[in-house]
């Protein structure tokens, strides 16, 4: 069985291929219109999406295959309290993939160990974001015509922003990146992904200022702060607002900075900036459609083994009376769920959220 939860489980030859494919896709559709014919998709989106949902969604139309699913769990038998597992093992039944988005880290995860097909990662909570990282691959590929030796600002919300999560963890692999983590003190990126930054030998640094950080940068990778997952409202009041994007500030860029955000915008890119042929946060958009397409036809066409959950390095164990205290893990809500732990060094942490336990 194979799924992609995270992108850990590709090597970077496996990465350029599906890169690759995206661009021979993206030239020559009409090759690949009856790439997944008779095959079905279900997207499953407990979360609000456009991006995510709709491009998985075309890229399936577009490779002659058929979707079925749901957009909104209250029209579902969610509402009235079916599990996720139920939920899986029900719908795997009537579909050659899976492709959920679900506010619990780890429900991806959770969701390939009751399902009969393979299960796509489209988000699980503040986790991780795995095809948004295909989509901006395929991006930075194809404008800046590299994926290493990149200078990568991240700029906004880097504790919640699962597509950052995602692409550090991805792009640390390539050689010769260094990242510049602009965030407040309050929204910084987790310490297990500092960890994996300082085990692969990446430079980073935090910094609080973008005016500070922007001539230095190849790629700006702006971010919105995930109102959905700060407790209250003056909280999120206190953060929001402090990164905006403008012209002035871009000033001091170089003249091909490639400036990314994942979208949805709210008002930390200035609508000025659109303009700007730095700005290429709508055709990455639109590459989304290509890396998801490229994906599906890996995975169901190629039957390409690209999706195992094992962890290089690290010790997959099962510690049944830990239980993982990070209060958004799928394991605190589906409470049927195996407790799984992995050992990393000294280090136990939950396999399905990766918070250390
Ligand atoms: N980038 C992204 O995940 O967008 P959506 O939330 O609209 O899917």
Do not use: W
């Amino acid at each position: 069985m194979q799924h992609l939860i995270d992108l850990n489980s590709l090597s970077p030859e496996q990465l350029y291929e599906i890169v690759d494919m995206a661009g021979r896709i993206s030239q020559n559709p009409s090759h690949y219109a009856e790439a997944c014919k008779g095959k079905i998709m279900a997207t499953l989106f407990y979360e609000p999406s456009t991006r995510t949902q709709m491009s998985f969604q075309s890229a399936m139309l577009r490779l002659g295959g058929s979707i079925i699913g749901f957009d909104n769990p209250s029209g579902s038998s969610v509402a009235k309290g079916e599990s996720l597992k139920d939920t899986i093992r029900v719908v795997s039944g009537y579909s050659d993939v899976v492709v959920i988005r679900n506010p619990n880290e780890g429900a991806a995860l959770a969701s390939s160990l009751y399902s009969k097909v393979p299960v796509i990662n489209a988000g699980d909570g503040g986790h991780l974001h795995p095809t948004q990282t295909l989509t901006d691959i395929v991006t930075l590929h194809n404008i800046k015509g590299r994926t290493e030796n990149l200078t990568i600002g991240l700029c906004g919300d880097l504790l919640n922003g699962r597509t950052v999560h995602s692409l550090i963890k991805t792009m640390c692999k390539f050689k010769g990146n260094s990242f510049v983590l602009i965030s407040t003190p309050k929204l910084g990126l987790p310490d297990y992904i500092k960890e994996l930054l300082d085990e692969a030998g990446c430079p980073y640094k935090e910094l609080t200022s973008l005016h500070k950080a922007i001539e230095e940068l190849d790629v700006l990778y702006m971010t919105r702060i995930q109102r959905e997952r700060i407790s209250s409202d003056a909280e999120y009041e206190a953060q929001r607002g402090i990164y905006i994007l403008d012209a002035k500030k871009l000033e001091a860029a170089k003249p091909d900075l490639c400036i990314l955000h994942p979208l949805p915008r709210v008002d930390e890119i200035e609508v000025e900036v659109d303009d700007d042929p730095r700005a290429c946060y709508f055709l990455q958009a639109e590459y989304g459609m290509f890396a998801r397409m490229a994906l599906l036809v890996t995975m169901l066409v190629k039957d390409s083994d690209i999706g195992t959950t094992e962890k290089e390095g690290k010790v997959k164990i099962t510690v049944d009376s830990t239980k993982c205290l990070n209060p958004r893990c799928i394991t605190r809500k589906e409470h049927y769920l195996p407790n799984r732990s992995l050992q990393i060094g000294e280090a136990i942490a939950c396999e399905y959220c990766e918070h250390r336990i």
